[in-house]
Every structure is written in C-alpha cells, then in structure tokens.
C-alpha cells in the first residue's frame, strides 16, 4: 500500500495541469527544457560513478576482509562500520565533510598550511560536482560491502582447491569460476547503488544549498517545497522521468542477470 499508491498518485498527477485535467505538457518539458536535461544527465553521471567505483572499492574491501586468512576481528569491525555508514547520511554527513574538506576544513586547512596549496584553486570544492560523489562514496560503498558480503560467503572453497588440483592459475580461477558465480550479485549489487545515489536527497541539498549543482531530487524539492513557486505536477513529472530510468537500468539489467547467472548453476 505504501509503496503501490503513492507512485500511483506520481503517475497521475505527472498528466495533470492546475486545473485536474489532463495534459503531456509536464511529461513533454522533461525533454524540451535544457535545465530538466542538465539535471537528468547530471544525476545518471554521479550514481554511475558512484555505483561503479563504489561497486569496484566495496567488492575489493569486501573480499579482502572475507576471505580464508583475514583475521575474524576484521570481518566483524567492517561489518559493524559498513552498517552504520551505509545509513549515515544527510545533513549530518553533509557537515562533517563541510568540516573536513570545506573552504575552512581541517584537512583544507592542513593542507595549505603545510604543503602550501589550496585545493579549491585547483577545481574542487565540496558543493560541486566531484564534491558530491566523493561524500557519496561514503555510504555507497558500505552499501556494497554489506550487499556482496553474502555472495562472497557463497564462494567454495573446494571450487579454488580443484581448479588449483587441476593446474589452473589463481587468475583462470576467478576468470572461468570466481567472477562469473559472482557476477550476477555484483549486477544487482550496482544497481542497488545507482538507485541509491540517483534518489539521494538531503545529502545533495545541505552540500549545494539546493541550487549549486543540477539533480533532479532537488528539482522536485524545490517544485514542492515552494521556495520559488509551487509547481507539484511538473516535480510529480519528474518523479515519473526518476522511475522511467530506474525501469531502464532494470531492463539493462535482466538480460546480464540471466546470461551471468547460468554460470551460478
């Protein structure tokens, strides 16, 4: 019920005007209008980095902390830190990067004392865009660990011990074996984590003030929140332009799902 009618009440409404009749005009603008553009291209660019290196610094940090030989205290400390920061977000998390690696930051400051340079002379700055996906990578990462952790679980130790018995390199291994069991979980795995960045609201908001860099959350935030002017049925069209590329990754998902997942078998 809560999830089935209020994304009903978003489809709708993304076909109504101010008057409650019906229009495409809402749907239309998500095209025709070069700010609505920038954004969804903006947003797809930040969770796609994010999911990917997210994806790729999780998985790593996650089998090496898992795998035969890791001391199991370490496993444990992962996995208690990856559950808090996965769900450490917001305008907490906002602050302490702000505090950290702001114009006055500890580190910014540490830096330019020490070694002389001012990293926001040399590009970034914490409200711009490789400002927000490094804060991203933050939760996005513990996401992955916690997320590939079971699939990394999953992996036999007697498959390793065979390959070996029968000449076959450590590289052969994950190549034929290792990757292609995990393959399907490390699909899931990055989609998980784009949806995760591209819905991702008040992290954005308190880093950019809600106007420094295009994403379409914030375009919603401000159509409903009414800073400017109220405009619900273009950030409800909006919202129907969010689920139509998560509906896309999905698609581009199933068909590598199913050819990856033979190998599971």
């Not at 920038?38 to 980095?49: G, K, M, N, P």
């Not at 898992?66 to 199991?72: L, S």
């Not at 996995?79 to 114009?103: D, H, Q, R």
């Not at 995990?182 to 699909?187: A, D, Q, T, Y």
Request: hydrophobic content about 55%; proline content about 4%.
């Amino acid at each position: 019920m809560f999830l089935i009618l209020p994304s009903a009440t978003v489809l709708v409404g993304a076909f109504q005007n101010d008057h409650g009749g019906y229009t495409f005009h809402n749907v239309a603008s998500l095209v025709s209008t070069a700010s609505t553009r920038d954004a969804f291209r903006t947003s797809i660019e930040v969770s796609l980095i994010t999911a990917l290196l997210g994806g790729l610094l999780g998985l790593l940090i996650a089998y090496a902390a898992i795998r035969k030989g890791t001391p199991g205290w370490i496993r444990s400390a992962f996995g208690t830190f990856s559950g808090v920061a996965a769900n450490f977000g917001g305008i907490p998390l906002a602050f302490a990067f702000i505090a950290t690696l702001g114009t006055i930051g500890i580190v910014t400051t540490f830096i330019n004392n020490v070694f002389g340079i001012n990293i926001y002379e040399h590009g970034f700055a914490i409200w711009s865009q490789k400002g927000v996906e490094l804060v991203y990578l933050y939760f996005q990462i513990p996401l992955m660990i916690l997320v590939i952790a079971p699939a990394i679980d999953g992996l036999r130790a007697e498959w390793s011990e065979a390959s070996s018995n029968l000449g076959a390199s450590r590289l052969q291994y994950w190549w034929h074996i290792g990757m292609p069991v995990l393959m399907p979980s490390i699909l899931g795995a990055v989609i998980l984590l784009f949806g995760n960045a591209f819905a991702a609201y008040a992290t954005a908001y308190a880093l950019t003030s809600g106007t420094g860099l295009p994403l379409v959350p914030l375009l919603i935030g401000n159509d409903l929140s009414g800073n400017v002017f109220t405009n619900p049925h273009e950030g409800q069209a909006l919202a129907f332009g969010m689920f139509f590329v998560l509906a896309a990754m999905m698609i581009f998902y199933i068909p590598l799902q199913r050819r990856a997942s033979r190998w599971a078998k």
